[in-house]
Structures are given as structure tokens and as C-alpha cells.
């Protein structure tokens, strides 16, 4: 999100496989992600899901578009062990939250660039539907 | 715009085309694959970003580990600005599990180039969470209309 600087705790949104997923998520209270879309590898495994009918969740916090985000991830893992019934602590990964923006800075970096260089940008492109 | 248009030397053009030239190089070297890091003035090169909006461009860098106090942003000409700032604690290169080389940082230091005209001298900062927020009003052009 644009503002990232200025929302203290992310919003977590939900995206289901099929129906009884997105129930699930619902009865758990969270946000179902209505509008946008999901990429990457969690989106093919959504997916895979999907076509033979296994039941898959994810989960997609609020984040910085450009930096590594640990605030973020133990936003969804916190979710993550609500829906569950789990307890996963996530202190550790808030107090080392510096350190891994320190290290990640590189490796974002390199993505980043490969970003650039497979031309992301081309998922905000307008399509011709008339 | 005034139509008589002064006649210029041939030497001024050169020089035009020279510091087209020179910017045009200077781009080049910066786009250039570096390290992020600098071992002889100890810095790291912090991740960075520039948006620009219609009325405003933003720069925004991360900066964990940085004292909020020592966070500095210069203007270095009309196109450039220096963002600076030391660290709470320096960092080796062993922290980052790097045996084949020694060094520690203890700073961040990065120049960021600003795509369009701004007015630096009306620059606003923020620094909020670990990420320094650069607020850059752009410069008004002139409007001419369709005649």
C-alpha cells in the first residue's frame, strides 16, 4: 500500500481456492480479497488448487511495495495461527525486525532490477477490450 | 515567450551539447552495477525509491538501525539529493555471514537523482519507523495555449 509508513497494523486479506475456503475465511472474520488479483507462486498453487479441487487458502497482508516488511508477515502469520487454532510467536521475528531489513536490503535490490527487467510493469497495462 | 530569438554562438550550442552529454554519462556510471556498500567511508547504500505525482516528487528510503537524529537529506544541485545517516550499531561483513572480506558499516549514504525540476528549497522530511520520507514540490512550467 502507498501509505504503508502510516497504517500502525496491516490489514490481513483472504483469498480462497474454492467456496468452502472462502466460507472458512469468512467464518474466521477476515477480509476477502474481492478486487485485484494474486501473482507469483502462491497464485499458481491457488491455482493447481483450484482445478482438482483441494481446499487452499491465502493470505495477503497490507505492505511496503518496494522494501522488506517483517511487520507485515507476522501480521499474517498471527492470522494464520488464529485460523488455525495455533500458537505461533512471532516476537522474535518483530525484535529482529531491523536485522532482516538489513539483510533483505540486496537481495530486494536484485529483485528489484529483475522486476524492472521482466517487464512487471506490464500486469498496471490497460487491455483492448472493446 | 518572446519571438525574437537571440542569435546564439556556435560555442554555446557546444556547450549545451557537452552538458547534455556529461549527464548522459554521469546517468550511465550510476546506472552501473555496484556494490551496495562502500568500504572506505564505511557505508551502505540504503534501498530507495522515487514516485513522482502531479504536484510532487517522493523519495523515500530505508533506513533500519538509523538514529532518527542523524538523518540528513542535502540538495546537491537542482536534480540530486544526498541522504544520510549513522547507524545505532555498525555491522561487519561477518554479521552478514561473510568470511572472504573485512569491513564494518556504520552508515547509510546514498544519491538519489530526481527525474523532473523540483524546488529544493521547499523540501520537506519525515522519518517515520525506520523509513525517511522525502516530499520534493515539483517546479510549475509555463502553459502555452492552442492557439
Redesign the interface.
Known amino acids: 500500500v502507498q501509505n504503508?509508513?502510516?497504517v500502525k497494523e496491516p490489514k490481513v486479506f483472504g483469498a480462497g481456492s474454492s467456496e468452502d475456503s472462502i466460507k472458512l475465511l469468512r467464518e474466521k472474520g477476515l477480509e476477502i480479497l474481492n478486487e485485484g488479483f494474486i501473482v507469483g507462486p502462491q497464485a499458481l498453487i491457488m491455482r493447481y488448487c483450484t482445478e482438482r479441487e483441494l481446499t487452499a487458502i491465502a493470505l495477503l497482508a497490507q505492505s511496503?511495495?518496494?522494501?522488506?516488511d517483517p511487520e507485515a508477515s507476522a501480521v499474517a502469520i498471527k492470522k494464520f495461527a488464529a485460523i488455525t487454532d495455533k500458537k505461533i510467536d512471532v516476537s522474535d521475528l518483530l525484535e529482529k525486525?531491523?536485522?532482516i531489513?538489513?539483510?533483505a536490503?540486496?537481495i530486494?535490490?536484485r529483485t528489484q532490477s529483475e522486476l524492472n527487467r521482466m517487464k512487471k510493469s506490464q500486469e498496471y497495462d490497460l487491455p483492448l477490450y472493446v | 515567450m518572446s519571438r525574437e530569438r537571440r542569435k546564439r554562438s556556435i560555442f554555446e550550442i557546444m556547450m549545451e551539447h557537452m552538458e547534455r552529454l556529461d549527464d548522459w554519462a554521469e546517468e550511465l556510471l550510476e546506472s552501473a552495477e555496484r556494490p551496495s556498500w562502500d568500504l572506505r567511508s564505511c557505508c551502505l547504500e540504503p534501498l530507495w525509491d522515487v514516485f513522482v505525482t502531479d504536484d510532487e516528487v517522493l523519495v523515500t528510503a530505508d533506513l533500519p538501525y538509523a538514529q532518527p537524529e542523524t538523518v540528513e537529506v542535502e540538495a546537491m544541485g537542482e536534480n540530486m539529493i544526498e541522504i544520510s545517516a549513522k547507524m545505532e550499531r555498525s555491522v561487519r561483513f561477518a554479521d552478514f555471514g561473510i568470511t572472504h572480506r573485512k569491513g564494518e558499516f556504520s552508515s547509510f549514504r546514498s544519491r538519489v537523482r530526481i527525474p523532473v525540476p523540483v524546488e529544493t528549497e521547499r523540501m520537506k522530511i519525515h522519518f517515520k519507523r525506520g523509513i525517511l520520507e522525502v516530499h520534493l514540490p515539483r517546479k510549475k512550467g509555463y502553459r502555452i495555449k492552442i492557439e
Open positions: 504503508r509508513q502510516d511496503f511495495f518496494k522494501y522488506p525486525g531491523e536485522e531489513r538489513l539483510r536490503r540486496d530486494m535490490r
